[in-house]
């Protein structure tokens, strides 16, 4: 006695192919448009045809490989055919609107009322510190949570985020949107991306604030749980800018337990008295040494993130919390360099586990109003 399997319908291929997602929108492919054609042979055969969104698309093989392993799920399928193809432009055109809606001009959707992503600016008064370190460990400890994260490279002049979060990919554009690269789970933006070699960027206060709203409005975001600013060292032209593109991000200062960086550390924080944003908390880098007896040397000091915290704590009227002190590990400046953040590599580590610990306190803290600067004056008698 014989059986013979029944081949799967075109409406079941396509259904199997609703898991199929985009890699870099992060949308199921039908959803987008992407999906040409669906053929069914009577032998068992799939064909499907693909639209990519452009020409040499980075990620086409990984399309290629999630498509084939959806519709190979299915019961008769005996091969399957993935024919790639590209968008015409009012393809693309109509892609753009249906991610960002019929807006002549991108917005910046981190700023809009309704908003949910919780928008962190990792601040430090001067250079040095170790800020984007902590930034690029938080990121993928929120990610390794499963919170959808977004970092932006915001330090212009000295971007190094993309080396420490290993993103090695090129952004892609569609249309006038800019596709940001993946790195360990984490979206990443930075103007090394767009740079040939080791070029220095030489600009001034207003092309810098031009790059940072184009890092917010043209790159599609998604839809994120925390978005991540690596803010250059002090008070200049990037910080007052995000406080105007971005008015309810929150300022996360990076200090040492040295004064004197504890001293330069509080005028970063302390730029939220001016433009009225929160003040998320401090966290303490290069606490210190631990020795080979257990020990601890404090080769910069002790107290520095604590007398900001209070500092902060008594300028805006509020606690400032102390989020956590991360000991000096030389492991965390070699996985920065091998682009695989501490947390990731050595999740045992000290340092790791401090870190892990900020990430939990800033994503689990409810949403409020204590610690936020409201743009009220008191009423005169």
Same mark, same amino acid.
């Given at each position: ?7 799967p ?7 199997a ?5 985009d890699?870099?929108i ?12 669906v053929?069914v042979?009577d ?7 693909v ?16 498509t ?19 968008m015409?432009?009012? +393809?693309?055109?109509?892609?753009r609107?249906?991610?960002?809606g ?5 917005v ?7 908003s ?12 040095g510190?170790?800020?984007?370190s902590?930034?690029?460990?938080l990121?993928?400890?929120?990610a ?5 994260v977004g970092?932006?490279d915001a330090?212009?002049y000295g971007h190094?985020v993309?080396?420490?979060?290993g993103?090695?990919?090129?952004p892609?554009?569609v ?12 979206k ?10 080791n070029?220095?960027?030489? =600009?001034r206060?207003?092309?810098l604030?031009?790059?940072? +709203?184009?890092?917010?409005a043209?790159?599609? =975001? ?14 200049g032209?990037?910080?007052i ?8 991000a ?12 504890a001293?330069v ?7 939220a008295?001016?433009t009225?944003?929160?003040?998320a908390g401090?966290?303490?880098n290069?606490?210190?040494l ?6 601890r ?14 500092s ?6 509020s ?5 956590? +002190? ?9 996985q ?8 990731l590599a050595?999740?045992d ?12 306190k ?10 936020m600067?409201l743009n009220v004056?008191?009423a005169?008698?």
């Amino acid at each position: 006695m014989t059986t013979t399997q029944e081949t799967p319908s075109v409406e079941d291929v396509r259904t199997a192919l609703k898991d199929v997602q985009d890699p870099e929108i992060r949308k199921p492919i039908t959803e987008l448009g992407m999906v040409k054609d669906v053929t069914v042979g009577d032998d068992g055969a799939v064909t499907v045809a693909v639209y990519l969104t452009v020409a040499g698309c980075p990620l086409k093989e990984t399309i290629t490989r999630d498509t084939t392993a959806a519709v190979s799920k299915l019961p008769g399928v005996t091969d399957v055919r993935v024919e790639l193809d590209v968008m015409s432009d009012e +393809q693309r055109t109509e892609l753009r609107k249906r991610l960002r809606g019929d807006s002549a001009e991108p917005v910046i959707p981190f700023a809009q009322p309704g908003s949910m992503t919780r928008v962190y600016c990792v601040a430090s008064g001067k250079g040095g510190v170790g800020k984007s370190s902590v930034t690029v460990n938080l990121a993928v400890a929120m990610a390794e949570r499963g919170l959808s994260v977004g970092v932006v490279d915001a330090d212009i002049y000295g971007h190094s985020v993309p080396r420490m979060l290993g993103a090695s990919e090129k952004p892609t554009k569609v249309e006038q949107m800019i596709m940001p690269p993946q790195a360990h789970g984490v979206k990443v933006i930075s103007i090394g991306m767009f740079t040939p070699g080791n070029t220095p960027v030489v =600009w001034r206060g207003p092309m810098l604030h031009r790059a940072l +709203q184009q890092f917010l409005a043209d790159v599609f =975001w998604g839809d994120l749980d925390i978005l991540l600013l690596d803010l250059p060292p002090g008070t200049g032209d990037i910080a007052i800018s995000v406080a105007q593109l971005i008015p309810n991000a929150e300022i996360l200062v990076v200090t040492t337990p040295q004064q004197a960086a504890a001293e330069v550390a509080e005028r970063a924080g302390a730029i939220a008295l001016q433009t009225r944003q929160r003040i998320a908390g401090v966290i303490e880098n290069m606490s210190w040494l631990e020795t080979p007896d257990g020990s601890r040397m404090e080769i910069f000091g002790a107290g520095g993130g604590q007398t900001v915290a209070d500092s902060l704590s008594k300028s805006v009227g509020s606690e400032v919390p102390l989020l956590g +002190q991360v000991p000096l590990d030389p492991r965390l400046r070699e996985q920065g360099d091998a682009g695989t953040p501490l947390v990731l590599a050595e999740p045992d580590a000290a340092a790791s586990k401090v870190l892990k610990g900020a990430a939990e306190k800033l994503t689990v803290r409810a949403r409020g109003l204590a610690g936020m600067m409201l743009n009220v004056s008191p009423a005169g008698r």
